[in-house]
């Protein structure tokens, strides 16, 4: 059976003005003929109803391309190894997916559209299927980690660290995701916010948000000697062994932590390039992991930190939101740069470089983490 990605994507089109509807109508059919699978997902479906229609996108206006999209939805199989997810279980999700396109895609549907779906998805659950296979070789689903440190800079600001009961890998600038007791088969993800240690142990800065289940857990209720799982560290925002520019470093909020990842990577290198990094809150008391930063400065003289603040009248260092104050200093356009923060300062800083003209190329950033 061959593929046929226009018949996908016109059937899907029908599916895009009401995914919230569709994606409700899948979980529906899957619970319903496979009752055992529901104790697999979270007890709240809000986010998994959006990821699953992100991902569904995804491989559609990716499907006339199969090995574009290989990356991607072999990580999704080695990431669907943490929830338990075995072989059997991608027919079952096959089904369901094929009865929700039929239903939401009703005057388009016949049997030529459903042969295009089910091949498909044979190609892509054939991907995932070999990813997963091939990563239980070599690493665990999940790592179990001990709590053995946790500070609270902010109201809701902590700073964990943890240490994985296994070698944990990673790169600096990653992140990984966090599953607590409290709340099981609840994943979030959070940037790792050092550079790998002897001694193995990894920090995560965690921001408390409203209604965020794990993050309030892991700000407010968690205590050192408690246990978290850890998913693998995933996340293409890292530097290459190649790379001599000077950097630009812009971080909003905890979206420091990848970014203090890479900048303690540098330094511990041996290379000596010139590193501006600009650390940005709303308030002063936000700007949580100024000391630190401050005792790496002064022991890595190309290392310039730059506190910015701008919502704090009160604050007598620069002041502005970081897309401006990028603006304020000399060209970037020699430089790699890392941004990471919250969405919308992200978008405007990236546009305001490129302004600048800093090649595309050269402006690196998580798509996977919207908020670090």
Sequence with gaps: ???????????FSHLEPVASKAAAYFYGRLFAENPHLRSMFPPAMDIQRERLF??????????????????????????HRKYGVAPEHYGAVGRALVATVRRFAAEVWDDEVEAAWV?????????????????????????????????????????????PSQPFPYL?????????????????????????????????????????????TLTRDTRVGDTVMLGRATGMMTRGEEDTRDLLCVA??????????????????????????????????????????????????????????????????MRGRLPEVVRRFR???????????????VDETVRALQEDGVPPARIRLDAAVTTC
């Design 1 to 11: 059976m061959s593929l046929n990605p226009r018949l996908v994507k016109e059937s």
């Design 252 to 317: 909003g909020g905890t979206g420091l932590a990848p970014l203090k990842a890479i900048v303690e990577d540098v330094v511990a290198s041996g290379r000596r390039p010139d590193i501006h990094l600009l650390f940005g809150a709303r308030t002063q008391p936000e700007l949580y992991d100024l000391p630190d930063l401050m005792r790496l400065q002064s022991s890595f003289p190309w290392l310039r930190v730059l506190p910015v603040v701008s919502d704090d009248g009160s604050f007598r260092g």
């Design 331 to 345: 060209s970037w356009s020699d430089h790699d740069v890392y941004v990471c923060g919250p969405s919308g300062m």
């Design 54 to 79: 992100g991902a569904l996108a995804r491989m559609v206006w990716s499907v006339d391309s199969p090995e574009g999209m290989a990356g991607y939805l072999g990580q999704l199989g080695r990431d």
């Design 119 to 163: 091949s498909a998805y044979g190609v892509a659950a054939g991907l995932m299927l070999d990813a997963a296979r091939a990563d239980a070789t070599v690493t665990p689903a999940w790592w179990t980690a001990e709590v053995v440190g946790h500070e609270l800079r902010h109201r809701d600001i902590a700073v964990l660290t943890l240490r």
């Design 172 to 216: 600096p600038g990653q992140h990984v995701t966090v599953q607590t007791p409290r709340w099981p088969r609840v994943w979030r993800t959070f940037s790792i916010a050092n550079a790998p240690r002897e001694d193995n142990t990894i920090t995560l800065h965690v921001r408390s948000v409203p209604g965020g289940w794990v993050s309030t």
